[in-house]
């Protein structure tokens, strides 16, 4: 069974806050697990970069995507033009409940 992550299992996932604690405290104690904790962070920045580049939209610039987000805007529109424009010509017959 797939398991759901919460919205906090997936902050924590992308953050990279914990790692450069991690870095911190190992240089404070003079631990010889500073370069594991490098490259743990070096590890999360890379993923970080691979969910970024393979995000919808991410090629498209700006300007087209405000250029579509108009198009689709007028599309609501005109389809809620049309649902209210035929829910007036009151064609639908409501069945009533015996």
Do not use: N, W
Request: proline residues 4%.
């Amino acid at each position: 069974m797939a398991a759901v992550q919460t919205k906090q299992d997936l902050e924590e996932d992308y953050s990279l806050l914990p790692v450069v604690h991690d870095i911190i405290k190992c240089i404070d104690k003079d631990s010889a697990d500073v370069h594991q904790e490098l490259v743990k962070l070096k590890s999360r920045i890379q993923e970080a970069r691979d969910q970024i580049s393979s995000m919808p939209g991410i090629d498209v610039s700006p300007a087209v995507q405000q250029q579509q987000l108009l198009t689709l805007r007028e599309q609501v529109r005109t389809k809620k033009q049309l649902l209210k424009k035929y829910k007036s010509l009151c064609m639908f017959e409501v069945p009533k409940a015996s």
